[in-house]
């Protein structure tokens, strides 16, 4: 059974940015890149870098601690094609960004 939760107003998250939230237990990074918005773990696997406050070009992100690099549309590594970040269903509602955890 999925568990929807608000993370955040539309307006919290302007286009081309991120936002570190709580979502349950979890720790999530959203990001707004063309009109659409994405989530991620916010926890960067390789050193528990905040992925949330990383750089954002485009849909790519960058972990501000070392480097390591996301597609924040699909969670999957620039450079490791069998690495892949956990990734979550993210709705707007009325104003409102809601995250899908399984």
Excluded at 89 to 96: A, N
């Amino acid at each position: 059974m999925s568990n929807r939760i608000r993370v955040a107003a539309v307006a919290d998250i302007p286009p081309g940015t991120a936002k570190e939230v709580f979502a349950g237990e979890r720790i999530l990074a959203v990001y707004h890149v063309d009109g659409k918005f994405y989530a991620l773990d916010g926890i960067c696997p390789h050193a528990g870098g905040p992925l949330g406050e990383g750089t954002l070009q485009g849909n790519i992100v960058t972990c501000p601690w070392h480097g390591w690099q996301f597609d924040v549309t699909s969670g999957q590594h620039c450079l490791n094609d069998h690495l892949k970040h956990p990734c979550f269903p993210v709705t707007v509602d009325g104003g409102e960004v809601f995250v899908e955890l399984g």
